[in-house]
């Protein structure tokens, strides 16, 4: 028995753990002294990779606010860290250290329908922690089955992941699973406080211990944005009165004086909005890879898919009748279900009609992400272009494009617009034809709409913006068709491999994914 104060004695063991605990907590004071560029973790992250600075910065602050040096206790953080610098691989940290240090069992996952099946892939790269994550996918009835039927194991992590539409239809499921850490990723989603699907989020905050958002573009439409973010993470850092927010913080006029003419004590709302987050950029996390590659998952819907099931086994079917497996033939019923991968459908010689909008749908969701960001858009077809441009159109966005129907001539112009008007905030890029020879490095964030099968074009495409003059990390974002030849050809391009030379002896692994 050791003795640590008069009349107070313990055992070895606990004085060995109040003096880590004592140490903690002076690395935490001593650390905050310190730029985070220079941090160390102050308790190791059980993650398989060796993190960068910044993401060591973030699981330190998000740690410190969970008490997680010294007594846990029930709070809210965010993690404000530009898209592409790792909010994701630091949550996971974050969620790891609490659940081996025995704060949480069960953790929630909130996130866009397109990322919900990237964190199991997440996982699976980086958590050096035993758990178990499962989408919460398909049916209502099925995602609550899952949850209801989900016993305790407290083995493992348990973590259940689902998108922001379905959280205020299973509400009173979740909140009888009682997840002890809430994650939204992408916590922009919730900016508008009215919302149904906000307002169950702002009432699972009250029910949960730990609440953690993640955003990259906390700001979309204006700084009140944050309001409804907060009001989930901490409600005691803006308040509960969103009349009072805009009293102090807007400038108010027009017709009854309703309309937001302008801001003001904008450096005490940051100042605030920090209190609880860690913030970074792509250009101030300089000890990022050149170039960061992000997958977005989306489907087809019931007809179009259907459409393309049928469309899959006669291809399959008509393949397989052929005694000498012609090259040209494979590709041009990959061709087909590619395009019809990407919402469009067309019978030889005909035009294509849209037939599924999920792709588009998606893209807009990205856009919504990534705020004001210039941003480039690959694509293959032109029918896909012709739905972009509307797209943007749609929403007051301003664009330049190059497609086979731009003159050579032109060329020079179109990209000069976007690369020295700030009010040109989107280059919609044909890949095959401006995949050579431009300069895009005014924006440092590309969207692959489709892919070609030639792995050369897409290195000239990405090159586009990853060259000399590029002052940022470049993002690569890729649209993906769940359960269609995207995901085989994805895949066959990350292996750098052009997909005709694979046709004749593995065409069948190209059409696998989708059968039924």
């Known amino acids: 028995m050791l003795t640590i104060a008069p009349n107070i004695m313990v055992g ?50 998000v740690g410190s606010i969970f008490g997680l040096w010294g007594t846990p206790r029930s709070a809210g953080a965010g993690l404000y860290m530009e898209q592409g610098t790792g909010k994701t691989l630091t949550t996971i940290a974050i969620a790891g250290r609490m659940f081996l240090d025995g704060i949480i069992k069960k953790m929630l996952v909130v996130a866009p329908a397109s990322v919900v099946p990237v964190w199991p892939s997440e996982f699976g790269s980086f958590a050096a922690f035993p758990y178990d994550i499962r989408p919460l996918e398909g049916a209502g009835s099925k995602r609550i089955a899952v949850l209801e039927s989900w016993g305790s194991d407290p083995d493992v992590l348990q973590i259940a992941a689902l998108n922001y539409e379905s959280t205020w239809r299973i509400g009173e499921v979740i909140l009888k699973w009682k997840p002890d850490l809430v994650v939204l990723d992408e916590s922009q989603r919730i900016k508008s406080p009215g919302a149904k699907q906000s307002k169950f989020i702002h009432r699972l905050g009250k029910a949960t211990p730990y609440r953690l958002i993640l955003t990259g573009t906390p700001v979309t439409q204006g700084p009140l944005d944050f309001y409804s973010q907060l009001k989930f993470a901490d409600p005691r850092i803006l308040g ?76 399959v079917a008509e393949i397989s009748k052929d005694k000498r497996i012609v090259t040209q033939n494979v590709l041009a019923k990959l061709l087909r279900l590619s395009q019809l991968a990407g919402g469009f459908y067309s019978e030889a010689g005909e035009k294509p009609i849209m037939v599924s909008d999920a792709k588009l749908k998606l893209l807009e ?8 960001q210039k941003v480039v858009i690959f694509a293959r077809f032109l029918a896909e272009i012709e739905a972009i441009k509307e797209l943007l159109e749609s929403r007051g966005t301003r664009y330049q494009f190059i497609d086979g129907s731009v003159p050579l001539s032109e060329r020079g112009e179109v990209v000069r617009e976007f690369q020295e008007n700030p009010e040109c905030k989107v280059f919609i890029a044909q890949i095959q034809t401006a ?7 005014a924006a440092s964030v590309a969207i692959f709409y489709s892919l070609d099968y030639s792995y050369a074009n897409l290195d000239q495409a990405k090159a586009r913006l990853h060259r000399i003059g590029q002052k940022s990390t470049v993002t690569n974002i890729y649209l993906i068709t769940r359960g269609t030849v995207d995901t085989k050809v994805f895949g066959a391009l990350g292996k750098k491999q052009d997909i005709a030379r694979l046709v004749v002896d593995n065409w069948k692994l190209l059409f696998e994914e989708g059968i039924a």
């Open 240 to 315: 509960s009165s969103y009349v009072a927010l805009k009293s102090r913080y807007a400038v108010m006029g027009g017709f009854e004086n309703r309309q937001i003419l302008g801001y003001k004590n904008l450096p005490e709302l940051t100042k605030k909005v920090h209190s609880i987050g860690f913030r970074v950029t792509k250009d101030e996390a300089l000890d990022l890879p050149e170039q960061v590659d992000q997958i977005r998952y989306c489907e087809l819907e019931g007809k179009a898919k259907s459409t393309y099931q049928q469309l899959l086994k006669h291809s």
């Open 435 to 441: 995949g050579l020879g431009i300069t895009l490095h």
């Open 365 to 372: 969701e990205v856009l919504d992400d990534l705020g004001e």
């Open 12 to 61: 070895e063991g606990v004085k060995e753990l109040l003096d880590k605990r004592k140490a903690e907590e002076a690395e935490v004071l001593r650390q905050k002294d310190i730029p985070w560029q220079e941090q160390v973790a102050i308790r190791e992250m059980p993650i398989k990779v060796k993190p960068f600075q910044h993401q060591v910065a973030g699981y330190n602050v």
